[in-house]
Every structure is written in C-alpha cells, then in structure tokens.
C-alpha cells in the first residue's frame, strides 16, 4: 500500500467535527510554520498516524481504528519525516479519534454529555410524548412537586426563623429559597411542549452541522463552534459536580469541628445542613434524621445546581449557534459579485444572484423566527433569573465578606459561578445585537445598483428585515445585555454596603 496523499485533500472526516477538509496540504518544518515549498507529496506511514492517535503499533489492521484510519486517509506504509508529523497533528487537531462518522447532531460527544446530565432529570427535549398515559408519572413532574414542597418548607422555615437567628444566619436561607424559586420556574417551563419545539428545532434545523457543506466559509464558522461548544460543555460539567460537593461537605465539615458528630454531643451544638426546612422532626438534633435529610439534600442540590447551569448552558449554545449563522449570512451578502464585464448582469449572472439571494432570504428568515420563538419560550425564565440575580447578588457579596473559611468555603464558588454565569450569557446574548449591526452594514453594501428590479424587491426585503433587532428581550420587557448585566452588578454593591451597614450596626 503505496498510495500518497497528494494535493488537496478532501472527504476527510474529523471524527465528532464531521467536517471536510479542503486545505491544501504543505510541508511544514519542524516548529510548524509553512516551509513555502507548496505541491509537494506527503508520505507518512499508518504506524507513524496511530502514535499521533495514541493508537498502539500493534492493533491489528481490521481492528476498528486502524481500519478506518487507512480507509479514509490511504495512508503508505513509507515512514516519514517529523516534519509531516505536524501536518498530521494539524489534520487531527480538532480530535484524536476522527475515523469516527458522525450522522447526527447528538452524536457530538459533547451534544451526548449535554444529553446525559439533562436526561438525569428528564430535561432533554423530545420529538413527542411517547406514551400519554404515564406522562403524570415522569420524573419532571415529580421534581415540580418535589421543589415546590421544599419551596414551601424552606419559606416556613425563613419566617419562624426570623427574631431568632442573626441576619447572617437567615442570609443562607433567604439565597437557598431564592434558588428553589428559580429552579421552580425552570421546572415548569420543561412540562410546556414549546420546550421541547425549541430544542428540537435547534438540534435538526439550526445547528451547524446542518450548514457544514453549503460552503468552505460555513465549515470553518462550524469548526468554531464546535469547539467553543465542546469546551464549554465541559467546563460547566464540572461545575456541576464541583458545586454539589462543594456545597455538600461545608456542612459536614463544620460539623466535625465543632464536635456534632460524637457521642455524647457537646451542649448547645446542633447538626449543621446545606439546605434548611420546616419540617415535624428534629434533624439538627436527632442523627437519624439528620441522616436522612442529609441525603435528600444531596439530590436537591445536585439537581438544583444541574437546573441553573444546564439551563445557561443549552441558551448559550443556541447563541453561539446563532452567532455562527449570522457570520456565515453576513459573509455570503458581502460576496454576492458585481458584473464582470459590463454594468448589468448578464443572463447567467442573474441567476446566480438570483439562486444566492433567495438563500439569503431564507436564512435570514430562519434566524429571525429562531429568534422570535426563543424569547417566548424563555422570556419568563430569564426575567426571573435576572431578578434572583438582584437580590442574591448583594447577599451573596455579603456572606463572603465574614471571610470566615466556612463562609467563604460554602458561598465562594457559588458567588463566582452565578456573577460568571451572569456574565456569560449577557455578553452572548449581547453578541446577536453586535451581529445584527453588522448585518444592516452588509445588507446595505450589496451591489443593488447593478440589479433589476426583482431584485432590487429582494435586497429592499432584506434590509427591512435587517432592522429588526436581533436581541432577546425578557417578556417583551428586559433587553438581555451587557447594559442590563452592569446595571445588576452595580445594583449589587450598592446594596451590600447598605446591608453591611446595618448588619454592623446591629452587631
């Protein structure tokens, strides 16, 4: 097996991207920069590609890996020089394991990790309901009950709580019923079946993958994403997980320091929880049902953390999503050609204007409608994110200025989550308004001048529908936005210092 890769080379899928590669392959030298001597052959063995794939030398040559490798490279056995290693590691890049094909959205290995945490709560959107006879029975209308009977119990607890413990003390309380609110709020927009259009309609008609072939410029946009998807998929995974324990072991650990797990416990020392209720037994003094509570606490807060970052994390993906549509309508306005030769098109010429401005229309009309139904599916929710993050701002900021290792310990990685969390999706949500600017500027230097008046109708229907502002609002009500972000931060040190001045006083 001799065979080279020469010249461009294409149909090279890169595993979970499933992208073609149309780049003219050149030797590079050994730091990876272009050597300049373009055209020339690249050799490289299938031993030399599977140390690069972390695939050991002696996998058979059926084996699955192997297999495709040489399939869909036809690679030679020749050895070859370092130098084609980077060109190798270029190819490979995006992922190790691209002999892999990829048919569909959820195959991404990111889009199957974002699926299996949403699947935990049945929080994933289905095509339809598969049987209507067991739906009061599914595990989101469980959790609906379940948050709200923690909801009622914590704000029991908040009231007969309130002239018994200090500020400080009902501080925690006050951010942990706030949490349960908004969780509430995510809860029930799951059992609305406009959740599950918008995901649907996401994943089979708005993702990228979809656009990957219309053009080079679309795959490079879809490579983009892909990645920033990927690597924000994992990154919030974890937090997930951090933030379940982290908020978990806080109180356990208190708990041996101040003596609560022995036996006999020391006077005037309770056991401490995560989460608080008003509930008919003694869980900070009796152990069994301490134990008991400690559980459920674990669960509650697993899915309360799940539910508030899986909910920004699927808005930012269809954001980043929608940013990449708009790179990509934006590129294919600025390059619709003026005449070549002449000061009108020609009859060839017009029809490829023609064919290009029709897809223009309708993508832009794809994007408009995506747009629209986002903000009624989710305006409610994030109105009320944005008011939870008024409020718990400044108590948050205000618990961690004890600069106690328990505070700080407990409501440290929340405070940066939820600030960052804010951050993140109103700079997102503020990139469609950026791009929508944009998008009037190129709609504006289309050479109409040059067309007939079919299409200049075109061009006129495109730049009214380009004044339409691409920015979410919030029940028609609240732009989402890097404005309303700052406004909401500042909100939040303003009243902390007025918090923590009467919280001083009081002491």
Not at 472 to 477: E, H, I, T
């Amino acid at each position: 097996m001799t065979e080279k890769i020469t010249g461009s080379l294409t149909a090279l899928r890169l595993g979970h991207v499933g992208f073609e590669l149309h780049e003219k392959l050149q030797p590079h030298t050994a730091d990876g920069r272009r050597s300049g001597d373009g055209g020339k052959d690249v050799i490289c063995s299938a031993s030399t590609l599977s140390r690069c794939l972390n695939v050991p030398d002696w996998a058979p040559a059926r084996s699955g890996v192997r297999r495709r490798l040489c399939a869909a490279t036809q690679i030679s056995k020749t050895k070859v020089a370092k130098k084609n290693i980077v060109i190798i590691r270029y190819l490979i890049a995006l992922n190790p394991s691209f002999a892999r094909k990829v048919n569909n959205v959820e195959e991404f290995t990111y889009m199957k990790f974002l699926k299996s945490f949403c699947k935990i709560m049945d929080f994933w959107p289905e095509r339809e309901e598969k049987n209507s006879k067991t739906r009061i029975f599914r595990l989101r209308y469980i959790l609906v009950l379940q948050f709200c009977f923690t909801l009622v119990a914590g704000v029991l607890y908040l009231t007969n709580s309130v002239g018994k413990q200090t500020f400080y003390d009902l501080g925690h309380t006050i951010i942990t019923v706030l949490m349960n609110v908004v969780s509430v709020s995510r809860l029930i927009l799951r059992c609305f079946k406009k959740y599950d259009v918008v995901g649907q309609q996401f994943i089979n008609k708005i993702h990228l993958y979809h656009y990957r072939n219309d053009s080079e410029y679309a795959m490079k946009i879809h490579t983009v994403v892909h990645k920033i998807s990927h690597n924000m998929t994992y990154i919030f995974s974890f937090c997930i997980i951090f933030g379940t324990v982290t908020f978990n072991l806080t109180p356990i650990f208190n708990n041996i320091g101040s003596g609560a797990y022995k036996n006999p416990r020391p006077d005037n020392v309770t056991l401490q929880q995560c989460v608080y209720y008003a509930l008919p037994f003694d869980y900070t003094g009796d152990f069994k049902w301490y134990l008991l509570v400690a559980i459920f606490n674990v669960q509650k807060t697993f899915f309360c953390t799940s539910l508030f970052i899986l909910f920004e994390l699927s808005l930012s993906l269809m954001i980043i999503c929608l940013w990449g549509h708009l790179r990509i309508f934006i590129h294919n306005l600025n390059h619709i050609p003026a005449p070549r030769n002449s000061l009108e098109y020609t009859k060839e010429e017009r029809q490829e204007v023609d064919d290009t401005l029709k897809k223009c229309i309708q993508h832009h009309t794809l994007i408009i409608g995506f747009v629209r139904i986002m903000s009624e599916t989710y305006g409610l929710a994030v109105l009320i994110y944005y008011a939870f993050q008024q409020v718990v701002g400044c108590l948050l900021l205000l618990q961690c200025s004890q600069m106690e290792l328990k505070t700080v310990t407990r409501f440290g990685f929340l405070t940066l989550v939820l600030n960052q969390q804010l951050i993140q999706i109103s700079v997102i949500f503020e990139l469609l308004g950026y791009m929508s600017d944009k998008l009037q500027d190129a709609v504006y230097c289309v050479p109409w001048e040059y067309m007939d008046t079919s299409h200049r109708k075109m061009v006129y229907m495109m730049f009214r529908q380009s004044q339409i502002p691409l920015q979410l609002k919030a029940m028609n009500m609240l732009s989402i936005g890097v404005k309303t972000m700052v406004s909401i931060l500042k909100t939040s040190v303003t009243y902390y210092l007025i918090l923590k001045t009467v919280t001083t006083d009081e002491a």
